[in-house]
């Protein structure tokens, strides 16, 4: 089959569902296309029905091996995942960029975040602990006490976007085995290669090969994730519109939501000005800005706010963008034609209602060049809504109450920049904003992998980062002891 397809397409690189270790043959299949230049790389096979019926019931059949597995062999085996990804570090970094036009640099630098996730994960699968405590809180309770455990929930399932096709598996999967759980995953259909790879080299670490099952399939085979009861959890990263339509259909099982957001960023005169603005744009344009927690709104104070917009237009200007392979490439394509025309749409709209295009603003094919845009009217979808582009937008602001009062005005709270050192500032933010995350003195893309991870509101439910991630994973179970001494005679 596999020498026929060959032929009928002309691509050898074939992509297949994997369960118990298997690669599966199917009908279905979908030929995807490099963003920037829309070579055809892979041709991917998609898993019907039948396939996720397989995947589903192998991985649950595979709990009592897991939950079996000590920490320290789940440690081990974590380790193990941690330095394969190490090894074939430059095959998974081209792979990224082949698949979704993420620049070459930035594909190496999620590898090593991938490889680092692995490694935390390998640390907490030693650090799972319970708590004792007493119960002899009244006086007949004088010799009980309780052992609270945290046990595995069984099979999660993960489904998984584009923008970060290997570290985002890795923070649905990382968690799950070191608890000791199997797993299945549905990753993105035009960045599966990345996934697929992940769960060979997982089984070649060691992991039980039917506790893992990657599936791409489309949307209507993937509704097994959700409804199947034997799916004891869904961790789902994407879009609102979905993230809350999936946890309303989930019934009783937890479901953890990573979605979307429209980062604002604060700026005050007390900040150091060039290093604020250098994280804007690494923070702005990272990953041509798919990224949930990509630098969107920059609020500056206005006695700095034209020196910050002249610094920011020449640093805008000075970035690349083209071709991902090219190591000096800063802003490649974005991943789809459907993405390209909504962004572009949003800078006609910005445009036509007043707003000024400092920088960039233009298009060719997937690439939308690095924009910076300031006037912009915040009831427009460019200022409100999550844009997932190369686009920030700068406005002034003069009373610091009300650049707090614009940030926290948003459907979305996931996390937010704040350049200041002024610690009653600081505090207020603390207080006031409702969000998941607030970096001090740096922009709210930053995020290092073993924090804990999520937002409030629209942004979505739970937690990851490694440790938090396990805790939803896991179960709490109580053993509850009554240590009644037996009277003892004479010897």
Known sequence: MLDLEEINTGIKNILEPVINGVSMSTKDTLILSNPYDDTPFAQLMLADAALMERGIAQATGAFSQTRALSAWQRSNILKIIAEKIQQRRSELAEGITTESGKPVTAAFAEVDRAQFTFQVA????????????????????????????????????????????????????????????????????????????????????????????????????????????????????????????????????????????????????????????????????????????????????????????????????????????????????????????????????????????????????????????????????????????????????????EAITKVSDSDYGLQMGLFTHDLRKIQYAIDTVEIGGININDVSTFRIDHMPYGGVKASGTGREGIRYAIEEMTEMKLVTYNYIHPYITGA
């Open 122 to 401: 390998a640390e907490e699968a030693l650090r799972i602990n319970g708590d004792i405590f007493s119960l002899d809180w009244l006086p007949d309770q004088s010799r009980r006490e309780a052992h609270l455990h945290r046990v595995p929930r069984g099979l999660i399932a993960g489904i998984t976007p584009f923008n970060f096709p290997l570290n985002l598996v890795a923070h649905k999967v990382a968690p799950a085995l070191a608890a000791g759980n199997p797993v299945i995953i549905k990753p993105d259909l035009q960045t599966a290669m990345t996934a697929i790879r992940l769960g060979q080299i997982i089984i070649e670490s060691g992991w039980p090969a039917n506790a893992i099952a990657i599936v791409p399939c489309r949307n209507d085979v993937a509704q097994a994730l959700v409804s199947d009861e034997r799916i004891r959890m869904l961790s789902f990263t994407g879009s609102p519109r979905v993230g809350w339509e999936l946890k309303r259909q989930a019934g009783k099982k937890p479901v953890t939501l990573e979605l979307g957001g429209n980062a604002g960023n604060i700026i005050e005169p007390d900040a150091d000005l060039e290093y604020a603005l250098d994280r804007v744009v690494w923070g702005g344009y990272l990953n041509a800005g798919q990224t949930c927690i990509s630098v969107q709104r920059v609020y500056i104070h206005d006695t700095i706010y034209e020196d910050a917009k002249n610094i920011l237009i020449r640093k805008v200007k000075a970035l690349k963008s083209g071709d991902p392979k090219h190591r000096s490439t800063v802003v490649g394509p974005v991943i789809n034609q459907i993405a390209a025309d909504r962004i572009e749409r949003s800078i006609q709209q910005a445009v036509a209602n007043g707003a000024q295009v400092l920088v960039g603003g233009g298009r060719h094919n997937l690439v939308i060049e690095p924009t910076l845009i300031e006037s912009c009217d915040e009831s427009l979808s460019i200022a409100k809504d999550e844009i997932f582009g190369p686009i920030v937008v700068l406005s002034s602001y003069r009373d610091f109450t």
